[in-house]
């Protein structure tokens, strides 16, 4: 049977709201999920609920646990390999990117970039875990593709939950930010193979933490050079001489 229009919104309600909750760690993960529980904490009955998990466990947010439901519990081997396709997209939309996108693209990238400073200054983890993702999508946007952009958003619904080990160790926030400068600086270059090394190290350091070994970073001649220095003005213009 089709559910009823009002069924249906209600279900797309609870979905969005479980959702922004499993990504800002409200719900952790292994956090059982009981439809009881859920409904009176979103509101309605058990059936949009039920509805709601059953798109969670498709997108692989939420595990069956038992007869009842969890939120996704990520092993090192998860990890790997859901960073193993991660590392290809990312590394294509960076490519893409720099090979397509306009100055005016690039210069609204490294405002996005700086407007992170308050919120790494707060230490505030869960705010900074969404901008991380929203900084990674805009690449993708800026790629010119939207079927790789569609792929980057769904992708990092499990980032999200994956990347907060990260971000919560000590000076996570700054590596991370860190991080993001270095790449950035490469695509003001549009340096391909720098910016692609540096999103490889970006992807597999995350992948080194959950193994607890560290991965080596790449050289990059000018991890110094401030970003206002590299905007794109200035940039690098391929040319015969």
């Known amino acids: 049977m089709t559910p009823r229009p009002a069924s249906a919104q209600l279900s797309g309600q609870i979905y969005e709201h479980l959702k922004a909750d499993i990504a800002a760690l409200r719900l952790k993960p ?53 960073y193993e396709i991660r590392e290809a997209l990312e590394k294509m939309a960076i490519r893409l990117a720099i090979e397509r996108a306009t100055d005016d693209q690039l210069s609204a990238l490294v405002a996005e970039v700086d407007s992170h400073q308050p919120v790494i200054e707060r230490g505030d983890v869960a705010s900074f875990n969404h901008l991380d993702s929203a900084f990674h999508i805009s690449i993708a946007r800026i790629s010119g593709n939207p079927l790789l952009e569609e792929a980057m958003q769904q992708l990092h619904d499990k980032v999200k939950i994956i990347r907060n080990r990260e971000l919560s160790r000590h000076q996570g ?69």
């Open 30 to 82: 292994g956090d059982p999920l009981q439809e009881l529980e859920l409904a009176a904490r979103y509101g309605g009955s058990r059936t949009p609920v039920r509805e709601a998990l059953g798109r969670l466990l498709q997108e692989g947010l939420v595990m069956r646990a038992g007869r009842g439901y969890a939120v996704t519990t990520f092993a090192p081997e998860d990890v790997r390999q859901l």
């Open 173 to 241: 926030l700054l590596n991370a930010m860190a991080d993001h400068r270095r790449i950035l600086g490469a695509m003001l270059r549009r340096d391909i193979a720098i910016a692609e090394a540096e999103m490889r190290y970006h992807v597999r350091s995350v992948v080194a933490l959950y193994y607890g070994y560290k991965e080596p970073r790449p050289p990059n001649p000018l991890t110094e050079v401030p970003l206002a220095d590299l905007r794109p003005p200035d940039l690098l213009r391929h040319s015969d001489s």
